[in-house]
């Protein structure tokens, strides 16, 4: 019998979902009930973040040469550890970290699934309290399951994933997970620190009202897109001008975008000729979720999902929202 969805908790939704494959391990249910986990803990150390003395930067750099936040480090091993402690999980890639972690001991590595995540999404927000979030991707390995998790599995194209996640650290914290069955968020309810689905079958609106793009890049852009830019605003737009809203955190933007319909672009700039966003442990999960959820998402020529990654932190341009939004973005660059 189908439990009442205003009671359930995320891990008995993860659970109710295994009951509809009889052949499932539960290995998955319990990889996302240990993200959930780990999301509490980075939840409530945020939410103490200006007394416990972790906010500010840590004083290093990482691999992609960006300051690195007290949080960011809290974050990248409150993940890690819980994943090491379960057995799940046989390795992760992190943006914060320049190698792969691999979990070698003989249960993880008979786990199946490894994981990327961005710990720590806008970092640029955590001094100011704004918001910030959590990004992971998760994959079946490719390498022989009894060995040792190997890079290969990580270097998987976005169209292989297995289920992708963000958690939102917001006015309220929620976790949105997807697999190929659909989307899904859960609100935590912080007195009983339990995870309650509350956003059933998220469906990405075809079209909305806002756009997200960084406008200090406005003049190093390309042309095409500085006339898709223009389009937004402008009055000729069918929908008049739209909303220009841009948190520094894809997180916030893309879930915004998905409640109630947009587009969020981070193009090749013209000191950045790839962009920002990485495309293993930020582009493919935002676009996994998107496309799950009747949306698109590309790196301007063709399908996120579809690009073959060489390095676990590269970069790619990113464009994804609403699918008629990102036709008519599309329709531009493609001039
Ligand atoms: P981060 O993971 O280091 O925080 O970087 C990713 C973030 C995105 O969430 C956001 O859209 C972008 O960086 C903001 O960068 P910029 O300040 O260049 O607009
Ligand atoms: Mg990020």
Known sequence: MQQNSQFMTLDEFTIQQLRMFPHATGELSGLL???GLAAKRVNYEINRAGIADILGA???RNIQGEEVQKLDVYANNVFKEVLRAGINCAGVASEEDEEITVFDDARSNRSKYVLLMDPVD???????NITI???FSIYKRVSELGKPAELRDFLQPGTRQVAAGYVLYGSSTILVYATRRGVNGFTLDNAIGEFYLSHPDLRFPSHGPFYSFDNRYYHF?????R???DFCISPENKSGPLWNRYYGCMVADTHRNLLKGGVF???AVSDKPNGKLRLCYECNPMAFITEIAGGKATDGNGRTLEIQPDHIHQR????VGSADMIDELMGFMQK
């Open 33 to 35: 009930r240990g993200i």
């Open 265 to 267: 672009f981070y193009p």
């Open 122 to 128: 806008g970092s640029g927000n955590i001094d100011i």
């Open 227 to 229: 006339a898709y830019v």
């Open 133 to 135: 979030g959590s990004i």
């Open 58 to 60: 840590e004083g290093g």
């Open 316 to 319: 790619c341009p990113f464009f």
């Open 221 to 225: 852009i390309e042309e095409k897109l």
